[in-house]
Protein backbone atom coordinates (compact mmCIF):
# COMPACT_ATOMS: atom_id res chain seq x y z
CA UNK A 1 0.00 0.00 0.00
CA UNK A 2 1.55 3.33 -1.26
CA UNK A 3 2.05 5.89 1.93
CA UNK A 4 -0.83 7.73 3.10
CA UNK A 5 -1.15 11.54 3.38
CA UNK A 6 -1.82 12.02 7.48
CA UNK A 7 -5.26 13.19 7.10
CA UNK A 8 -6.26 9.71 5.27
CA UNK A 9 -4.40 8.05 8.03
CA UNK A 10 -6.60 9.91 10.71
CA UNK A 11 -9.55 9.01 8.52
CA UNK A 12 -9.16 5.33 8.65
CA UNK A 13 -8.36 5.49 12.59
CA UNK A 14 -11.48 7.73 13.28
CA UNK A 15 -13.56 4.99 11.33
CA UNK A 16 -12.04 2.00 13.24
CA UNK A 17 -12.70 4.10 16.33
CA UNK A 18 -16.94 4.77 15.48
CA UNK A 19 -17.15 1.22 14.21
CA UNK A 20 -15.91 0.39 18.19
CA UNK A 21 -17.71 2.96 19.64
CA UNK A 22 -21.12 1.81 17.68
CA UNK A 23 -20.31 -2.08 19.02
CA UNK A 24 -19.87 -1.10 22.50
CA UNK A 25 -22.68 1.63 22.79
CA UNK A 26 -24.90 -1.50 20.81
CA UNK A 27 -23.68 -4.35 23.81
CA UNK A 28 -24.72 -1.67 26.37
CA UNK A 29 -28.70 -0.85 24.80
CA UNK A 30 -28.80 -4.77 24.11
CA UNK A 31 -29.39 -4.01 20.52
CA UNK A 32 -27.00 -5.46 17.46
CA UNK A 33 -25.01 -3.37 14.64
CA UNK A 34 -27.64 -3.09 12.44
CA UNK A 35 -30.16 -2.02 14.96
CA UNK A 36 -28.16 0.68 16.77
CA UNK A 37 -27.45 2.04 13.46
CA UNK A 38 -30.79 2.27 12.38
CA UNK A 39 -31.86 3.83 15.81
CA UNK A 40 -28.99 6.32 15.16
CA UNK A 41 -30.45 7.19 11.73
CA UNK A 42 -33.82 7.81 13.14
CA UNK A 43 -32.21 10.09 15.91
CA UNK A 44 -29.82 12.04 13.95
CA UNK A 45 -32.70 12.48 10.68
CA UNK A 46 -36.05 11.95 12.81
CA UNK A 47 -38.70 9.74 11.29
CA UNK A 48 -37.96 7.72 7.91
CA UNK A 49 -40.35 5.55 5.81
CA UNK A 50 -39.29 1.88 5.70
CA UNK A 51 -37.91 1.74 2.58
CA UNK A 52 -35.65 4.59 3.03
CA UNK A 53 -34.44 3.00 6.21
CA UNK A 54 -33.51 0.67 4.13
CA UNK A 55 -31.54 2.23 1.68
CA UNK A 56 -29.88 4.10 4.16
CA UNK A 57 -28.53 0.93 6.20
CA UNK A 58 -27.79 -1.01 2.50
CA UNK A 59 -30.37 -3.48 3.65
CA UNK A 60 -33.80 -5.39 1.63
CA UNK A 61 -36.95 -4.14 2.04
CA UNK A 62 -37.58 -7.94 4.04
CA UNK A 63 -34.90 -7.28 6.25
CA UNK A 64 -35.66 -3.93 7.03
CA UNK A 65 -39.33 -5.27 7.99
CA UNK A 66 -37.98 -8.12 10.43
CA UNK A 67 -35.21 -5.41 12.00
CA UNK A 68 -38.47 -3.12 12.72
CA UNK A 69 -40.04 -5.87 14.14
CA UNK A 70 -37.53 -6.40 16.68
CA UNK A 71 -36.98 -2.87 17.71
CA UNK A 72 -40.80 -2.27 17.89
CA UNK A 73 -41.50 -5.60 19.78
CA UNK A 74 -38.78 -4.23 22.43
CA UNK A 75 -40.28 -1.23 22.73
CA UNK A 76 -37.43 0.92 20.61
CA UNK A 77 -39.66 2.29 17.58
CA UNK A 78 -43.06 2.53 16.75
CA UNK A 79 -44.55 3.02 13.37
CA UNK A 80 -46.94 5.82 12.57
CA UNK A 81 -48.99 7.75 10.21
CA UNK A 82 -46.98 10.53 8.57
CA UNK A 83 -48.37 13.72 9.80
CA UNK A 84 -47.89 15.20 5.95
CA UNK A 85 -49.00 12.05 4.37
CA UNK A 86 -52.05 10.18 6.18
CA UNK A 87 -51.33 7.34 3.69
CA UNK A 88 -47.63 6.73 4.60
CA UNK A 89 -46.16 5.09 7.50
CA UNK A 90 -43.01 6.65 8.93
CA UNK A 91 -40.58 5.15 11.92
CA UNK A 92 -40.06 7.08 14.83
CA UNK A 93 -37.89 5.92 18.00
CA UNK A 94 -39.87 6.28 21.24
CA UNK A 95 -39.13 7.99 23.98
CA UNK A 96 -37.55 5.64 25.96
CA UNK A 97 -35.24 4.62 23.34
CA UNK A 98 -34.68 8.47 21.89
CA UNK A 99 -33.66 8.93 26.35
CA UNK A 100 -31.00 5.64 26.38
CA UNK A 101 -29.68 6.54 22.70
CA UNK A 102 -28.74 10.09 24.41
CA UNK A 103 -26.91 8.54 27.25
CA UNK A 104 -25.01 5.99 25.53
CA UNK A 105 -24.11 8.70 22.80
CA UNK A 106 -24.32 12.16 24.26
CA UNK A 107 -20.97 12.06 26.33
CA UNK A 108 -19.39 11.13 23.45
CA UNK A 109 -21.13 14.20 21.32
CA UNK A 110 -20.34 16.99 23.75
CA UNK A 111 -16.69 16.18 23.98
CA UNK A 112 -16.44 15.84 20.49
CA UNK A 113 -18.58 19.75 19.86
CA UNK A 114 -16.19 20.77 22.84
CA UNK A 115 -13.24 19.66 21.01
CA UNK A 116 -14.90 21.62 17.47
CA UNK A 117 -15.65 24.56 19.66
CA UNK A 118 -12.14 25.06 20.38
CA UNK A 119 -11.25 25.35 16.92
CA UNK A 120 -11.47 28.64 14.91
CA UNK A 121 -14.17 29.81 12.71
CA UNK A 122 -12.14 28.84 9.45
CA UNK A 123 -10.20 26.13 10.76
CA UNK A 124 -13.99 24.89 11.60
CA UNK A 125 -15.23 25.56 7.76
CA UNK A 126 -12.05 23.62 6.75
CA UNK A 127 -12.73 20.40 9.25
CA UNK A 128 -15.96 20.61 7.97
CA UNK A 129 -15.37 20.97 4.12
CA UNK A 130 -13.19 17.90 4.51
CA UNK A 131 -15.20 15.67 6.69
CA UNK A 132 -18.00 16.26 4.05
CA UNK A 133 -16.13 15.64 1.20
CA UNK A 134 -15.08 12.55 3.17
CA UNK A 135 -18.57 11.77 4.43
CA UNK A 136 -19.34 11.84 0.36
CA UNK A 137 -16.79 9.19 -0.67
CA UNK A 138 -17.88 7.00 2.11
CA UNK A 139 -21.37 7.14 0.98
CA UNK A 140 -20.13 6.78 -2.50
CA UNK A 141 -20.88 9.76 -4.41
CA UNK A 142 -18.42 11.97 -6.34
CA UNK A 143 -15.65 14.45 -4.71
CA UNK A 144 -17.33 17.98 -4.89
CA UNK A 145 -14.35 18.42 -7.47
CA UNK A 146 -15.91 16.13 -9.76
CA UNK A 147 -19.26 17.56 -9.57
CA UNK A 148 -19.79 20.31 -12.54
CA UNK A 149 -22.66 21.48 -10.55
CA UNK A 150 -20.79 22.59 -7.26
CA UNK A 151 -18.14 24.39 -9.37
CA UNK A 152 -20.50 26.67 -10.63
CA UNK A 153 -22.20 27.05 -7.38
CA UNK A 154 -18.86 28.96 -6.33
Request: aromatic fraction near 0%; avoid cysteine.
Amino acid sequence: MPELAQPTVAVRSLVNAARELSARKSRELGVNGTDMAALSLLEQHGPMGPAELADSLGIRAASVTVLLDRLERAGHVERVRSSNDRRRIVVTTTESAHQATMRALLPTIQAIDAISRGLDERDQRVVRDFLGAVTGVLRGLPPAGDDPQHDQDE
